[in-house]
């Protein structure tokens, strides 16, 4: 099967798996196992904040930065297709008491200018803003890049304003990659900072919060509350290191193939896509032109054996990553060729 899914779908490296079966572990929730705690450290290193926290998924590591930026009955500033409002089944509301204020963007990338004019004080009717969150890089809008300059913009502007900025940075070393900078320089700005070991990087577990050191210890507590208290996890975190030392500097072999996928992509009837916006390794296409509903396509893709999922009834999502190569790529495009035959898509245009 070539998995183009997502980059969560990537097995153990065998670097990885030895790391793991040879990790010396102790009880986590006693602050004792080495491995983890050695992983904290290199990642609030690489992420240039003072402390960092190993959580078991970026869904737990961003609801425990909401809830450590903001109060009961704040709002979140976030884009409409933040994965932090889309897919965190209601987190911030559940666990912070928040509401999400989403702004329509055209590629996932907030300005100051839109955040300013949304973030509000406290007043006797709305509810004040608490935080800004920025996905970088997006997931939904294609694996956009925030540029460096806009993120500086909206961390000093709500800095000035009193407000704080999480960063959802689960693929921020695709940002890195694409960008030349480094992870601490993009996070830098903002108070606090999420990035996952188990998506791009292909680690099988795990992400990471950074921040300030009085945070990550509250940090700490809520990631208890939430029953993340995990005990001899450095069989997970061994593989994280591996994951964080290792595979960054592979990354632009995925970023080469998605923007492969996104110009083949663009030559099949009925596919729309920009492949210069394809920075990173995220591809979104618009098949409506196709004629064949986004579900159908997904279900022949799947007889050829090309796993491929449908975002809504026009758009799809192909995600590259270290199991899939240049040939796999290939394969996957001949396959979506196929599964569209010129005709269905010449009878909609
Ligand atoms: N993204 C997953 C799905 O949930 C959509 C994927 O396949 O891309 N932030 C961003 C930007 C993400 O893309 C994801 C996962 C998360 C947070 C949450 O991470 P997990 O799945 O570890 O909770």
Same mark, same amino acid.
């Given at each position: ?61 961003n609801t425990?930065a909401v809830k450590l930026l903001t109060t009961h009955g704040q709002e979140v500033i976030c884009d409409a297709r933040a994965h932090v409002t889309d897919y965190e089944l209601a987190m911030m509301a559940w666990f912070s008491g928040c509401v999400p204020r989403t702004v329509p ?5 907030l300005?100051?200018?839109?955040v300013?004019?949304l973030a509000k004080p406290v007043n006797p009717y709305s509810a004040p803003t608490g935080m800004i969150e ?29 407000l704080k900025?999480h960063?959802d ?35 099988? &577990?795990?992400?990471?919060? %950074? !921040?300030?050191?009085?945070?990550? /210890? ?5 990631? =208890?509350?939430? *029953? ?54 995220? &591809?979104?296409?618009?098949? %409506? !032109?196709?004629?064949?509903?986004? /579900? ?5 893709? =799947?007889?050829? *054996? ?44």
């Amino acid at each position: 099967m070539i998995d183009l899914r997502s980059d969560t779908v990537t097995k153990p490296t065998p670097a990885m798996r030895r790391a793991m079966a040879e990790a010396e572990v102790g009880d986590d929730v006693y602050g004792e196992d080495p491995t983890v705690n050695r992983l904290e450290t290199r990642a609030a290193e690489i992420a240039g904040k003072e402390a960092a926290l190993f959580v078991p998924t970026g869904t737990m590591g961003n609801t425990i930065a909401v809830k450590l930026l903001t109060t009961h009955g704040q709002e979140v500033i976030c884009d409409a297709r933040a994965h932090v409002t889309d897919y965190e089944l209601a987190m911030m509301a559940w666990f912070s008491g928040c509401v999400p204020r989403t702004v329509p963007t055209a590629d996932g990338i907030l300005s100051w200018e839109q955040v300013a004019r949304l973030a509000k004080p406290v007043n006797p009717y709305s509810a004040p803003t608490g935080m800004i969150e920025i996905e970088n890089t997006h997931n939904m809008c294609g694996g956009t890049v925030y540029p460096i300059e806009t993120i500086r913009e909206i961390c000093d502007g709500a800095h000035e304003r009193g407000l704080k900025v999480h960063m959802d940075g689960a693929r921020i070393f695709n940002a890195a990659a694409a960008s030349g900078l480094t992870v601490a320089e993009i996070a830098a700005p903002a108070d606090t900072v999420m990035f996952c070991l188990s998506k791009a990087l292909g680690a099988p &577990v795990g992400s990471m919060l %950074a !921040g300030p050191a009085e945070l990550i /210890a509250k940090g700490r507590l809520y990631r =208890k509350r939430l *029953g993340g208290g995990m005990r001899q996890a450095g069989v997970l975190a061994a593989a994280g290191l591996v994951a964080i030392e290792e595979t960054p500097l592979k990354l632009v072999e995925d970023h080469r193939n998605a923007r492969f996928l996104a110009e083949g992509l663009a030559r099949i009837p009925g596919i729309r896509i920009d492949p210069k916006k394809v920075v990173t390794n995220i &591809v979104i296409f618009d098949a %409506a !032109g196709t004629g064949i509903p986004t /579900a159908e396509i997904s279900a022949r893709l =799947k007889q050829s *054996g090309v796993l491929l999922n449908p975002i809504n009834d026009r758009e799809m999502r192909a995600v590259t990553h270290y199991d899939v190569d240049r040939a796999g790529c290939a394969l996957a495009l001949d396959a979506l060729a196929e599964a569209v035959p010129a005709r269905a898509a010449a009878s909609q245009l």
